[in-house]
């Protein structure tokens, strides 16, 4: 009997669940339910992105890698009017002598020293404006934030041209230096650069023999040492100009996400105002600092609209860059093969700056001997305050017992002084 009541709860128990999913007879699938076809669905959700994705970013730099390896000249599909030639586009703009390689040797000059001055300058500036539009005592914040920002948000073209205009031999700004008695340069085409005119301070005007040698992409070592032109000053000041405005932001978002009350545990422990900052508030910033160097740096690897606006490199092509380069060889010179191929050095310029960039901010572990050297302190630790509580503990037994001498010497008195009065009365 036993034996078929429990067959019989058994039978019951596995027909349960079809009976409660409306299917008498068929029992559930694995998987199946309310989230059995949740993964179909989402790939049914993001396939169009995916679709758009893979056919305007991945298939043109897959074809674009195609063409970096081609003789391809522009005309017609580049799969069906091309050869293929091998590395010999990445050999005559990195290792063969020639133009070619000289050019690209200038513009990754022009636009390191570019990169070298406008990437620290404007986080800085960009900090520095977060950290005074987010103070409470600062009245119209509102106007103040949105007169930083609104340079970002200008288009570049217009700015461009405004800076033209402001830094011509007669412009605005050689009139103010004018009238300070400095007599202002000819800043769009003024091709030295101010690392050899700092250097000409000191008599120094010809590269020396230790400095004329070498050949580095078709550059000389004195070459190299050229720092930015004064036409690129002009340009690192109208970028430092536009794009500082963008980085506030962000900046500012993650200030307002720093707790108050963290920098007043700050203040009460003692930390005055730059302590604080730079040991409390700006450690918490690091990684919108990450975010705000990684897009300065792809930006300004990238710049190509304000080369294009003032004259395309000139003046002697101190103005050159490997963006402008890539479009000036492949749609002025039809050759497109070169363009791709410095346009994939310059996207393994930039991954490789990125990636070493990140290392650089990284969170550091304590490492071996950074472990050794906690454990010693801990250790140090635990000695000091068992021996400050046994130091408590021995004064406290001691005033304890002298407390007890005190109160029996007290009591010992009194008894004396009551027993004088009995054998008095």
Do not use: C
């Amino acid at each position: 009997m036993s034996t078929a009541t429990a067959g019989e709860t058994t039978a019951t128990a596995a027909a349960a669940p079809s009976q409660r999913n409306g299917l008498p007879g068929r029992s559930r699938r694995p998987g199946a339910g309310i989230r059995g076809r949740e993964s179909f669905y989402g790939w049914l959700f993001v396939s169009p992105a995916i679709l758009i994705v893979g056919l305007f970013l991945a298939v043109p730099m897959l074809l674009a890698l195609y063409v970096s390896f081609s003789n391809w000249n522009g005309l017609g599909s580049p799969l069906g009017n091309s050869t293929l030639v091998g590395g010999e586009n990445y050999a005559k703009v990195m290792v063969d002598s020639g133009l070619a390689r000289t050019d690209f040797g200038t513009a990754l000059r022009n636009n390191f020293y570019y990169v070298l001055f406008v990437v620290p300058l404007q986080t800085a500036l960009a900090l520095f404006l977060a950290v005074q539009v987010n103070r409470r005592i600062l009245r119209g914040r509102g106007f103040f934030r949105t007169a930083f920002y609104f340079p970002s948000v200008t288009s570049s073209i217009a700015i461009t041209t405004i800076f033209l205009f402001l830094f011509t031999s007669s412009g605005a700004v050689n009139s103010v230096l004018a009238a300070i008695g400095v007599a202002g340069p000819n800043w769009f085409n003024d091709p030295t650069g101010v690392l050899h005119q700092f250097f000409g301070l000191f008599g120094v005007t010809q590269a020396p023999a230790w400095l004329s040698g070498g050949d580095l992409l078709g550059l000389t070592a004195w070459d190299w040492l050229s720092g930015p032109s004064v036409a690129m000053v002009t340009l690192i000041i109208l970028a430092i100009f536009t794009t500082s405005g963008t980085f506030m932001l962000l900046f500012l978002a993650a200030l307002q996400n720093v707790g108050a009350e963290i920098d007043e545990a700050a203040m009460v422990d003692g930390a005055g105002a730059f302590r604080r900052f730079f040991s409390v508030t700006l450690p918490m910033l690091k990684p919108t600092l990450f975010t705000v160097l990684t897009l300065g740096l792809i930006g300004t690897w990238q710049v190509f609209d304000q080369i294009y606006l003032t004259g395309g490199g000139a003046p002697a092509k101190t103005l050159l860059t490997p963006a402008y380069l890539a479009y000036e060889r492949s749609f002025t010179d039809l050759k497109w093969g070169q363009g791709a191929a410095i346009a994939f050095v310059l996207f393994g310029i930039i991954v490789a700056l990125t990636l070493l960039q990140r290392y650089v901010l990284r969170d550091r572990d304590l490492g071996r001997s950074g472990a050794r050297r906690a454990q010693k302190a801990d250790a140090r630790f635990k000695r000091l305050a068992a021996a400050g509580a046994a130091k408590r503990s021995t004064s406290g037994g001691s005033d304890a017992g002298t407390a007890g001498g005190s109160s029996g010497r007290a009591a010992g008195g009194s008894n004396g002084h009551d027993g004088s009065k009995g054998a008095q009365r």
